[in-house]
């Protein structure tokens, strides 16, 4: 059976070939602009003249598991592919190292800072990071001042957990599928996160973003199920955190505790319904490409849940099914 020279994938029916590189394709990349045609006959071109003499590769990160953007391998004769918060190669498994975050791997990565620290200091910035955001977001004197103060350490803390089993739905299925993955720290992505703290400081009336870092994959194509899965992970932890917490705010007959356990859960559905937008850099562009059912019930369920949670939050009539 014929395998698709884009994803690698067998192609059932009849291939689709380009005439341009000379190249058998699936249905999904039989456009040029789908299987980077230039880019494929650039590469044999090079094939052709120069022989492979670097022994360093170099990738580029831009954003979480999320931005689309070509990058260049050092490395003459290997295909170039993109990245969309994760690193890409196609067909190209066998060139990445046992261990591509170790520091003698030879891989220098763009955009990540401290590549090479351990996995465990990165969440430990990042969760230190998006709690404190997360106080200065939720802050409120008068609850402190009624002796509710503990509420806001609550939402700093659901908050911060939002972002990060979010991340960790990604990193786990990747792991599933016996793909290298590591969360890490993005240099832009921390740059946004500092000066949000900064400007909270100084009481500057700016969006608070908490975007510190991301999960990074290796070996993702741009459509398969693979890609599919670990890509639906995040939002799909958001959804079953939000519900298990919306459930939560039911069966506690405490206030304000089973109200701001509602809070609790509209902010994981916010979350995972953001993250389903089919734009370039979030979750929901690779979703749809490869299952537009799953795309469909997954944002379908994210986007009624965060409404309805929206209006018990934002209706007073309605606040008193908590009091």
């Not at 360093?56 to 050092?74: A, G, I, K, R």
């Not at 791997?105 to 990071?129: D, N, Q, R, T, Y």
């Not at 700016?206 to 999960?215: D, E, F, K």
């Not at 209006?311 to 007073?316: A, I």
Request: proline share 5%.
């Amino acid at each position: 059976m014929t395998r698709c020279a884009h994803c690698g994938n067998d192609i059932m029916g009849e291939p689709f070939y380009c005439g341009s590189c000379g190249q058998n394709y699936c249905s999904f990349h039989k456009e040029p602009i789908d299987h980077e045609c230039s880019i494929v006959s650039e590469n044999f071109n090079i094939q052709q003249m120069q022989p492979s003499t670097s022994s360093s590769t170099e990738y580029n990160q831009v954003l979480p598991t999320h931005q689309e953007q070509e990058y260049q391998q050092s490395t003459p004769g290997i295909a170039r592919g993109t990245t969309d918060g994760t690193y890409t190669w196609f067909r190209q498994e066998s060139q990445v190292p046992a261990d591509a975050f170790d520091p003698n791997s030879g891989i220098k990565f763009k955009g990540i800072l401290f590549p090479h620290l351990s996995e465990l200091i990165h969440f430990g910035i990042a969760s230190i990071l998006i709690f404190v955001i997360g106080m200065m977001i939720f802050y409120d004197a008068t609850l402190f001042a009624l002796g509710y103060g503990w509420a806001t350490f609550m939402l700093a803390g659901i908050y911060m957990t939002a972002f990060l089993f979010h991340e960790f739905g990604h990193r786990q299925v990747a792991v599933r599928f016996k793909l290298q993955t590591k969360f890490r720290l993005l240099t832009f992505g921390m740059a946004l996160t500092v000066f949000s703290l900064v400007a909270g400081l100084l009481k500057i009336p700016v969006p608070s973003l908490a975007l510190p870092g991301a999960v990074v994959v290796l070996g993702l194509e741009k459509v398969s199920k693979k890609t599919g899965l670990c890509k639906a992970a995040g939002p799909s932890v958001n959804l079953v955190y939000g519900i298990v917490l919306f459930i939560i705010s039911f069966l506690i007959p405490v206030y304000p505790l089973n109200y701001l356990f509602v809070v609790s859960a509209y902010l994981n559905f916010m979350l995972g319904a953001f993250n389903m937008l089919p734009i370039g850099i979030l979750d929901g562009q690779n979703i749809l490409k490869w299952n537009k059912k799953v795309y469909i019930l997954l944002a379908t369920s994210l986007v009624v849940l965060l409404i309805v949670t929206l209006v018990l939050t934002q209706t007073p009539e309605l606040q008193v099914l908590y009091q």
